[in-house]
T-cell receptor, first 114, second 113 residues
């Protein structure tokens, strides 16, 4: 079974631009979560989607948004990029609709904002 | 407020030794505690997980010990190998969090040959 895939793997953007990252979960998984990983702040939860609905959201500004499609694929968008948005963005998928199930991460998208 | 505290920040162990990483949590509503292993340039990989109804879970060389009353859990890596050199993260989630996981700050493990 294929794992979680994320595209693109690397991205360089300029401050003020916007960016869209894509995540395809493991086949059959309906829950997709997004995390930001930085050396200073570690792994921080952005939001989680299940059956196209956002169920939970972390403490990030409104510039960070996401959505999920009917095939469970998810996209994350960051508008008006700031230098501090440079990070590894990780997507994780889970089979269970219930909380606290096994969660599998993709390889991440490395975003660099210049 | 940091929901999950992890220590140590870094760890050096000789090949064949035991690596021990500790985590403590605050929220008693947490009921699922996974450990992840991350190699440079890769996403975290689920290693082993435990729920509060058991005090210990073992999978191969990896063991989680769980102390509900102390709100602590730890990862033991027996017979540590150089290939185990990676960053390890503990995490916690609860029924009401809908897959929102709180992660520890990570432990960089270096196993010396």
């Amino acid at each position: 079974k294929a794992g979680v895939t994320q595209t693109p793997r690397y991205l360089i953007k300029t401050r003020g631009q916007q960016v869209t990252l894509s995540c395809s979960p493991i086949s059959g998984h309906r829950s997709v979560s997004w995390y930001q990983q930085t050396p200073g702040q570690g792994l921080q939860f952005l939001f989680e989607y299940f059956s196209e609905t956002q169920r939970n959201k972390g403490n990030f500004p409104g510039r960070f948004s996401g959505r999920q499609f009917s095939n469970s694929r998810s996209e994350m968008n960051v508008s008006t990029l700031e230098l501090g948005d440079s990070a590894l963005y990780l997507c994780a998928s889970s089979l269970a609709g219930l909380a606290g199930g096994e969660q599998y991460f993709g390889p991440g998208t490395r975003l660099t904002v210049t | 407020q940091q929901q999950v505290k992890q220590s140590p920040q870094s760890l050096i162990v000789q090949k064949g030794g035991i690596s021990i990483i500790n985590c403590a949590y605050e929220n008693t509503a947490f009921d699922y505690f996974p450990w992840y292993q991350q190699f440079p340039g890769k996403g975290p990989a689920l290693l082993i997980a435990i729920r509060p109804d058991v005090s210990e879970k073992k999978e191969g060389r990896f063991t989680i010990s769980f102390n509900k009353s102390a709100k602590q859990f730890s990862l033991h890596i027996m017979d540590s190998q150089p290939g185990d050199s990676a960053t390890y993260f503990c995490a916690a989630s609860g029924k009401d969090n809908f897959n929102k996981f709180y992660f520890g700050s990570g432990t960089k493990l270096n196993v010396k040959p």
